[in-house]
């Protein structure tokens, strides 16, 4: 039977899909003020109720997290994850129309959740009706994982995870959150995340500050930090804590052709950020391949001393430095940490706090996966092209806790301009339909899959 009569049915349907969308969005879900996440996970439990799943909702210690089953006994599972939390919508005047009430203008539907991740869920779940209603026999079994706390970096997902280890079994492939076309207009495919370690380091030596003209003799505490931090990079940013690069797994050549394909628009960022030229004097092709394959160690910012308006001689007792390393297939942030401490208490820094604050291991599908490719065939009977591919986000997210179990794709009906954590964030209607297609013809493909 041909998707025809599923796609009519998506046409036919899609003002439902915008008034579930539009309650949804009316639910102000965010989760880094702890509000309305149980609204939020009951709504997503309903919408996958009423079209056919049969649900959970999971209390953590914070933010619930949802599941969603739909076993037709097939060898092959989809799995879908989401996440029905949103970003603050502040400040509220920059928005066009208010973040909470979905408007749609110019064929855009604008609201906060309309491109991260609501709508996500509502395309999905729609999708998947679409295709019963159609008459159509699934040719996989489909699970849905939504989460409340994704926007507060997902604090209470692992222990969930580790508690439902078994929903995580037997799952051939994953879809994950976010994506959409990039700004020519191509839908990308984004296949990892970097992990993350993030520290602050601090020295406190004195319990007062003082008056600067006993820098002769007194300690400075901005100074000792600085020869720190700057104990851990040579002068070309080589990150200098022992075993750092040592487990760091070689680009398959496929990923490499990957990366050469891929559009970075290096030019555009130069103007955007008002530079010559990237650091250390990279050419174009050198800071692309950096971003998709290199670690970092970044200063995010340095606390110390007096910075006020005018001039004030003093002599901080105390200085602190957060700093983020984003980290690359195997790379382990725990390992990192403990040598972090002992490279400083080698280089005599035993004085130099070292506070942990969050950390999780980078998680990566390979390019040539068979539902890399699955979902690649499908892209190209829904959109007539190529997905462009990014073999890893140089962000980072928990997608570890999935991606040891499965292959994960990230894809999505966003655009270049969705505007996603900012005001005025918005989808365009048809790809919130192309979207569904997109999702029925992967489920379509899951037939080819032996
Ligand atoms: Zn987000």
């Given amino acids: 039977m041909s998707l025809e009569k599923a796609f009519e049915l998506i046409e036919k349907r899609k003002d439902i899909a915008i008034k579930d969308?539009?309650?949804?969005?009316?639910?102000?879900?965010?989760?880094?003020?702890?509000?309305?996440?149980?609204?939020?996970?009951?709504?997503?439990?309903?919408?996958?109720?009423?079209?056919?799943?049969?649900?959970?909702?999971?209390?953590?210690?914070?933010?619930?997290?949802?599941?969603?089953?739909?076993?037709?006994?097939?060898?092959?599972?989809?799995?879908?994850?989401?996440?029905?939390?949103?970003?603050?919508?502040?400040?509220?005047?920059?928005?066009?129309?208010?973040?909470?009430?979905?408007?749609?203008?110019?064929?855009?539907?604008?609201?906060?959740?309309?491109?991260?991740?609501?709508?996500?869920?509502?395309?999905?779940?729609?999708?998947?009706?679409?295709?019963?209603?159609?008459?159509l026999e699934l040719p996989c079994n489909i699970k849905f994982v939504i989460e409340t706390e994704e926007e507060s970096s997902s604090k209470n997902l692992t222990d969930y995870v580790e508690k439902d280890l078994d929903f995580f079994k037997n799952v051939d492939g994953c879809i994950w959150e976010f994506g959409g076309s990039n700004r020519e207009g191509f839908q990308e495919f984004i296949l990892g995340v970097k992990g993350i370690l993030y520290v602050q380091l601090s020295v406190k030596q004195m319990t007062i500050d003082s008056h600067s003209a006993s820098a002769t003799h007194l300690p400075n505490a901005a100074e000792r930090l600085m020869h720190a931090v700057n104990s851990l990079k040579d002068k070309q940013g080589r990150i200098l804590i022992p075993e750092f690069y040592d487990d760091i797994e070689v680009i398959t050549n496929e990923e490499s052709e990957v990366i050469n394909n891929y559009n970075f628009y290096p030019e555009e960022m130069k103007e955007h950020y008002g530079l010559e030229e990237f650091r250390f004097g990279m050419n174009n092709e050198e800071a692309k391949n950096a971003y998709f394959t290199k670690p970092t160690c970044n200063i995010c910012g340095i606390t110390a001393g007096y910075q006020g308006e005018g001039g004030k001689t003093v002599i901080p007792k105390e200085?602190?430095?957060?700093?983020?390393?984003?980290?690359?297939?195997?790379q382990n942030p725990d390992k990192i940490l403990k040598n972090l401490r002992k490279y400083l208490n080698d280089n005599?820094?035993?004085?130099?706090?070292?506070?942990?604050?969050?950390?999780?291991?980078?998680?990566?599908?390979?390019?040539?996966?068979?539902?890399?490719?699955?979902?690649?065939?499908?892209?190209?009977?829904?959109?007539?092209?190529?997905?462009?591919?990014?073999?890893?986000?140089?962000?980072?997210?928990?997608?570890?806790?999935?991606?040891?179990?499965m292959p994960v794709v990230s894809l999505g009906c966003g655009h270049a301009n969705t505007n996603a954590h900012a005001p005025n964030e918005n989808i365009y209607v048809a790809d919130f339909i192309d979207g569904m297609k997109m999702i029925i013809t992967v489920i379509d493909e899951f037939k080819n899959w032996k």
């Fill in 348 to 405: 005599g820094f035993t004085d130099v706090k070292v506070d942990w604050s969050n950390g999780y291991p980078p998680s990566k599908t390979y390019v040539n996966d068979d539902f890399v490719k699955l979902c690649q065939r499908a892209n190209k009977r829904i959109y007539n092209h190529e997905a462009a591919v990014q073999s890893t986000s140089g962000g980072s997210g928990p997608m570890y806790l999935f991606g040891d179990h």
């Fill in 21 to 135: 969308l539009a309650e949804f969005i009316a639910i102000a879900s965010v989760s880094a003020k702890e509000e309305f996440l149980v609204e939020a996970a009951e709504y997503s439990a309903k919408l996958l109720k009423e079209n056919g799943f049969e649900t959970k909702i999971h209390e953590t210690a914070g933010g619930p997290v949802v599941t969603g089953l739909m076993d037709v006994g097939a060898k092959r599972t989809l799995m879908f994850y989401d996440h029905a939390d949103v970003q603050p919508a502040e400040p509220f005047d920059l928005w066009d129309s208010p973040p909470f009430e979905l408007s749609i203008r110019e064929g855009r539907m604008y609201g906060r959740g309309t491109a991260d991740n609501k709508d996500e869920i509502v395309c999905r779940i729609h999708a998947v009706r679409a295709w019963l209603d159609a008459g």
């Fill in 319 to 330: 200085a602190s430095v957060k700093i983020d390393f984003r980290l690359v297939k195997n």
